[in-house]
């Protein structure tokens, strides 16, 4: 894991350095505060052991006092920024950008998809994790429209997830207007039982690995440490849906598909 870039445009190139780099750029944006990659280390090491390159861009100083109409345009020049840095550092020529969203970072996402045409960055797969906020607007987009029909679309919801909802994944899902082949919409469900207990709220995507901890610290990032936790919710619902939309923008079937899961997954599309 390496830094790059400083205040808010301040990033880092996460790699496994025992295997070759493919040629995927898998950008991973984070929840609002949570910009250490550590908060979601078990999700970004999944990805790595598959050969890809995840950057991890901070685009926020602190927790409060928000600029989300700047986080957007901060996260395209990092993108631009660590395209060179794999090219110039490793001989990796990226063809296929990847986004990964949660929260407000799913907002971010949506919104670079969104302008392709101005930002020259073409979005091979979104996949938007409880993306948005049920009461604030967080610098969303009136239409998703403009997103490009060969993007691929996973949207992740929770079933208690209560800060997001369905709200903003409903309006890029439906708005975008994508093939039906290059999208789909799963729901992980609360499990209680007496042998399993599984949430289904908004912290769930965060998986805490020291080893990705870049010491920065805020309450959000206190809180994911101390409070957050990896489970299955973590690998069935997180992991493997975002590995197969990445296989599926690396296929030549180009149809999304997704790996067995647990019957507390569901489709909602």
Known sequence: MTAHGRGA????????????????LVVFLHGYGA??????GGWIKSLTEQGNAVVFPKFQIGTFLPRTNAFTHRTEEVIRDAKKQLNSDHQVDVTSLILIGHSIGGVIASNIANNHNENGL????????????????????DTYKRIDSNTFLMVITGEKDHAAG???ASHVY????????KTRWIEHQEVKTESLQLSAHHKDPVSPLKELDSRNRNLVIGGAYLFCETDLVDQNAFWNPSIDLIHAVNSSQQTLELTESPD???SLN
């Open 9 to 24: 445009h301040e990033y880092w190139l996460i790699y496994d350095a025992d295997q070759d780099i493919n040629k995927n």
């Open 35 to 40: 910009s250490n990659p550590g908060c979601y």
């Open 122 to 141: 073409h979005v091979s797969g979104l996949v938007l994790c409880q993306p948005g906020f049920k009461y604030l607007k967080l610098g969303a987009h």
């Open 166 to 168: 369905r709200k903003f």
């Open 174 to 181: 439906e708005s975008a207007h994508l093939p039906t082949n």
């Open 264 to 266: 507390w997954i569901v």
